[in-house]
């Protein structure tokens, strides 16, 4: 299971930072992402990060802004996102990876809210 | 990475099938058999219908089925049930430098 929290109204130019925790499996065993979702619109992957935290993606919209992290000992998945935009508008998903953006566990998702 | 083409829309009705194309690149659904097919529900988060092309995740009905020609992949599904009314994405690899890439998303409606 996958509980995402954190988000929420930010003004632009904000900070947030979304954590997602991991329950019943094995955390430090898999790939981890970040989905979003604008409202209305499709899917973009956001950022990804290895078993061991040494290897990370992001999408080029999100590049520079966006840091993710995670702690295995915790069982947790993060995102720092800085200098926040309108367009980061979006639900933003927790998502286990079984290799190849084969993601067969999805949290619920979190809403954050980019606006004056 | 440019977000894989969808068709905005396709029907059926109840027992019909319908398919749903999704054309890439030689860059993502061409050049690899990494295709994965997601459904989602109004307020719901996506499910994982099909990856690898071809392969059901254990609990999806054999009536989803994914194929894959070229740079275009596709999903079928057969025997077209309500509860299949639902948005549909197809995702690829796109490298391992790259992350993957979503296509625009399809909205099949039983009529």
């Known amino acids: 299971q996958l509980v995402e929290s954190g988000g929420g109204l930010v003004q632009p130019g904000g900070s947030l930072r979304l954590s997602c925790a991991a329950s019943?499996?094995?955390?430090?065993?898999?790939?981890m992402n970040w989905v979003r979702q604008a409202p209305g619109k499709g899917l973009e992957w956001v950022a990804n990060i290895k078993q061991d935290g040494s290897d990370t993606h992001y999408a080029d919209s999100v590049k520079g802004r966006f840091t993710i992290s995670r702690d295995n000992a915790d069982k947790s998945l993060y995102l720092q996102m800085n200098s926040l935009r309108a367009e980061d508008t979006a639900i933003y998903y927790c998502v286990r990876d079984l290799g190849y953006y084969r993601g067969d566990c999805w949290g619920q998702g979190t809403l954050v809210t980019v606006s004056s | 990475q440019s977000a894989l083409t969808q068709p905005p829309s396709a029907s059926g009705s109840p027992g019909q099938s319908v398919a749903i194309s999704c054309t890439g690149t030689s860059s993502d659904v061409g050049g690899y058999n990494y295709v994965s097919w997601y459904q989602q529900h109004p307020g719901k988060a996506p499910k994982l219908m099909i990856y690898e092309v071809t392969k059901r995740p254990s609990g999806v009905p054999d009536r989803f089925s994914g194929s894959k020609s070229g740079n275009t992949a596709s999903l079928t599904v057969s025997g077209l049930q309500a509860e299949d009314e639902a948005d549909y994405y197809c995702n690829s690899f796109a490298g391992s430098d790259n992350l993957g890439v979503f296509g625009t998303g399809t909205k099949v409606t039983v009529l």
């Open positions: 019943g499996f094995t955390f430090s065993s898999y790939w």
